[in-house]
Every structure is written in structure tokens, then in C-alpha cells.
């Protein structure tokens, strides 16, 4: 099996990634997996996550290619859909993710949401699109996140009980990526 590698990117104002959410928990599993490596850092910029320090952070830092499978939190979200629009990835996992600003003028400030979304493009640079999202998300309105689903035709993983996916653990995020590497276990 030729070795892939996961990025996770996270969400905005998270601290150090590391002690936020699953995100240090979801490394650590990834890790484990046969051929498989997964980089996860403190993005620059971390509480406005602006799209012209981001992407090209992902692409020459965190050396992601073709042979990447981008993971997004929330603002992480949207930076792996943008990314995907000008480079090729194995593959794109989103959580929480939406189309908008929402009014915040913070996300407004990101970048990511001042032009609309090249959905046929982030089809074309990826193998497969996987999309978690929760109907009690209390920062993305539903329909923001069907918007996503709409546009990619991602595999919708919908929870009703979910939140914005700010738990210390996501098994349901491991055995989907152990599903989309075929590795049994």
C-alpha cells in the first residue's frame, strides 16, 4: 500500500491544536494506522486563519499534494475547500463546514468567503469528499452546511447531537478515514 499522508487543519482561536478538541486525539490514532502519517501544527494566524497565510502555509509547509488527505475543522473547513480549487488532493474530510461569513466579521476577514465557491473544481482535484456536520451546530445554521454538501456532492455524515465537534475525541472521524484507505481494524 503506498503511504498517504492526513493534514489536519483546524479551526480558528483554537490555541495550541494540539489540547483543542479531538484535534491532538484524532494525530495521535492517525498515527497508529499502517502507512499512514499525519501532520498537524499551530497555523499562523490563528484567530482570523486569513486565506493568503493559510493556503500557502499548507501547501509549503505542511507539504500537502496529491497524495493528501486534508481534514478541516470549521475556518480549517473552508481552507481545505479553497485549497482544493487550485491543487490536487487524494482526498478532503469536512467538519462543520459553511459557505459564508455568517455576519462575523472576523470569518469576513479570513478571505475565504469574499468570492464564490469553484465546486467543480474541488470535485476535480479530489478522489472523494466526506462531510460531518450537526443540525444542532450553534455557530453554522443547517442550511449553511447542506450549502457545502449541495455544492461537492460529499458524503454527508449529518448528527443531530453533535455541536460544532468540539469534543476531546471522534471515532466516527477515524473510521471513515479508515474506510476511505480501505485498512480494516
Known sequence: ???VKVAIIPGNGAGDVFHANWYGWAHKRIN?????SCDLRNMPDP???RESKWIPFMHDEMDCDENTIIIGHSSGAEAGMRYAESYKI???ILVSACV???GD??????GYYSRPWEWEKIKAHTEFVVQFGSTDDPFIPWAEQRQVFEGVD???????DRGHFMNGQFPELINVLKKKLNISG
Do not use: C, F, P, W
Open 32 to 36: 497508529e494506522l499502517s502507512h499512514v
Open 105 to 110: 466579521e472576523n470569518e469576513r476577514a479570513s
Open 47 to 49: 484567530i482570523t486563519a
Open 90 to 92: 487524494k482526498g478532503l
Open 154 to 160: 460529499s458524503e454527508l455524515m449529518q448528527y443531530d
Open 1 to 3: 500500500m503506498e503511504s
Open 100 to 102: 459564508t461569513d455568517l
